[in-house]
C-alpha cells in the first residue's frame, strides 16, 4: 500500500528549462511535505517542504506546490543545472495532526537527468 | 566532525548471521530513524526513537533490533540476517519534530 507515490521513475530536462517533478498521496492525514535529493553513495538530503496550511512554498530555484484537494504535489526547478541531477524523493507526515514524532513516508523516487 | 555517521559503509555478512549497523550523531538531536532503500520501495522505516530509550516500531521492523541508551548512538542489529534484508540503510536524526532529518551517508548491506 503506497501512500505516497512518484509514478515517473525518471525524467530527462534541458539544462536552462524547467523540471516538474510529482508527486501523488493517498493518506488524507498528511498534513507537511517534503522534498530530498539524492546524489549516489549519498544520504539523501533535505531540498524544501511545505505545510497543508500552505499551496505554495519557494526557496530560490525550487517551488514546491501543494493541492490538497487533489492529494497532489509538484517540485518545480527553475533554471535546471546539471548539477540537479539527482534521484529526488518526495515525503509526507501527518505532523501537525498528530503532534508527535515525524514519521516521514517516501514514495519511490524520481531520477532526474538535466542534460548539457 | 559533526554530523551523522554510519560504519560500516559496506558489510557483506552470511545467512543466520547478526550484524550490527552504527548510528552515531554529534548534535544531540531528540529524534533519530533507520530507513532501508530499496529499488521500486524507496525508503521505507524500520524504527524511530524519540529519545535516549525511547523506541518505536516503524513500516518494517520484523527481523530487526534498536537499542538507543545514549542520545548520540542509534545502532540497528538484525538479529539473524536473510537475503531479503540485503539493502542500503540510512540513519537520519532530526532536532524538531518535523521532518527536517539530516541523514547518514548509509550503509550498503549483503546478505549472502
Known amino acids: 500500500d503506497q501512500q505516497v507515490k512518484q509514478n515517473s521513475p525518471s525524467l530527462s530536462v534541458q539544462e536552462g528549462r524547467i523540471s516538474i517533478l510529482n508527486c501523488d498521496y493517498t493518506?488524507?492525514?498528511?498534513?507537511?511535505f517534503l522534498w530530498y535529493k539524492k546524489y549516489p553513495a549519498e544520504g539523501p538530503t533535505f531540498l524544501i517542504s511545505?505545510?497543508?496550511?500552505?499551496d505554495k512554498n519557494e526557496d530560490g530555484r525550487f517551488t514546491v506546490f501543494l493541492n490538497k484537494s487533489a492529494k497532489h504535489l509538484s517540485l518545480h526547478i527553475v533554471p535546471s543545472q546539471p548539477g540537479d541531477s539527482a534521484v529526488y524523493f518526495c515525503?509526507?507526515?501527518?505532523?501537525?495532526?498528530?503532534?508527535?514524532?515525524?514519521?516521514?513516508?517516501f514514495g519511490t523516487g524520481t531520477r532526474l537527468q538535466v542534460m548539457l | 566532525d559533526a554530523g551523522i555517521t554510519q560504519s560500516p559503509r559496506y558489510k557483506i555478512t552470511e545467512t543466520g548471521r547478526q550484524v550490527t549497523l552504527m548510528c552515531h550523531q554529534t548534535?544531540?538531536?531528540?529524534?533519530m530513524f533507520w530507513y532501508r532503500q530499496d529499488l521500486g520501495h524507496g525508503l521505507r522505516l524500520i524504527y524511530y526513537?524519540?529519545?535516549?530509550?525511547?523506541?518505536d516500531k516503524g513500516e518494517v521492523p520484523d527481523g530487526y533490533v534498536v537499542s538507543r541508551s545514549k542520545t548520540e548512538n542509534f545502532p540497528l542489529t538484525l538479529e539473524s540476517a536473510t537475503r531479503s534484508q540485503t539493502s542500503v540503510y540510512f540513519c537520519?536524526?532530526?532536532?524538531?519534530?518535523?521532518?527536517?532529518?539530516?541523514f547518514g551517508s548509509g550503509t550498503r548491506l549483503t546478505v549472502v
Open positions: 548534535w544531540s538531536h531528540s529524534y
Open positions: 526513537s524519540a529519545a535516549a530509550d525511547i523506541t
Open positions: 537520519a536524526s532530526s532536532e524538531f519534530n518535523r521532518g527536517g532529518y539530516t
Open positions: 511545505i505545510s497543508s496550511i500552505k
Open positions: 493518506n488524507s492525514m498528511f498534513d507537511y
Open positions: 515525503a509526507a507526515s501527518d505532523l501537525l495532526n498528530t503532534g508527535t514524532a515525524s514519521k516521514l513516508t
